[in-house]
């Protein structure tokens, strides 16, 4: 059974920091991982889809990169602001199965 | 652009009672998929709609049923509601169910059961 887990639970940086969130699943056969976004009362949005057969991917500040051999992904996000406070997940999609979601990382970025 | 559109967006019940929980999406998505969202247990897969006319159970499926209407439509039914139903539910649809393409979540559905 996929297991997927973000550490840390919780995080609070200055404004204008540099910052890495990171993922790890129990089985790599994945074909796909997905980092969300969810902020307070709302549902989620969907930041970054990496491929199986890719190593990367970038939407202006953020950047997701994927080992998959390793069973890991990390979310870099650059010169955080205060807008970027919001709750961030992790889900993989493997074997038969729709998404496998973590429990997320609770960003919360002061100004 | 509504996206995913779900109803209610907040609900009440006694135990013992039944509701539907409505979900709709107007990007012409393949597959549709029924989550809850509990406090310190993450999101949690109910059902799943891989394309019209099929239905599969997800990690957490018992006191729920679902009906895929059309391809736009799909409802979570809940017959005898129980406390440990209180959540939020959350609708979402994509492309395909492999994930090739991201999914597409609505605001979600506050139910508390007393």
């Known amino acids: 059974k996929q297991e997927v887990t973000q550490i840390p639970a919780a995080l609070s940086v200055p404004e204008g920091e540099n910052l890495v969130l990171n993922c790890s ?35 202006g500040r953020l950047n997701a990169s994927l080992d998959k051999s390793s069973g890991r992904s990390t979310l870099y996000i650059a010169a955080s602001q ?23 990382t609770r960003l919360s970025v002061i100004a | 652009n509504a996206g995913v559109t779900q109803t209610p967006k907040f609900q009440v019940l006694k135990t013992g009672q039944s509701m539907t929980l409505q979900c709709a999406q107007d990007m ?24 019209e006319g099929t239905t599969d159970k997800g990690e957490v499926p018992n006191g729920y049923n679902v009906s895929r209407l059309n391809k736009r439509e799909f409802s979570l039914r809940l017959e005898s509601a129980a406390p440990s139903q209180t959540s939020v539910y959350f609708c979402a649809s994509s492309a395909d169910y492999r994930g090739g393409q991201p999914q597409h979540f609505g605001d979600g559905t506050r139910l508390s059961i007393l």
């Open chain 1, 25 to 59: 699943f129990t089985d790599s056969a994945i074909y796909n991982l997905q980092w969300f976004r969810q902020d307070p009362g709302k549902g989620l949005t969907s930041l970054l889809l990496i491929q199986s057969s890719q190593r990367e991917q970038t939407s």
């Open chain 1, 82 to 104: 205060p807008g970027d406070s919001a709750t961030y997940l992790c889900a993989v999609v493997s074997g038969n199965t729709p998404l496998v979601f973590g429990k997320g």
């Open chain 2, 28 to 51: 012409n998505h393949n597959s549709m998929y029924w989550y809850r969202q509990d406090p310190g247990m993450g999101l949690r897969l109910i059902y799943y709609s891989a394309s």
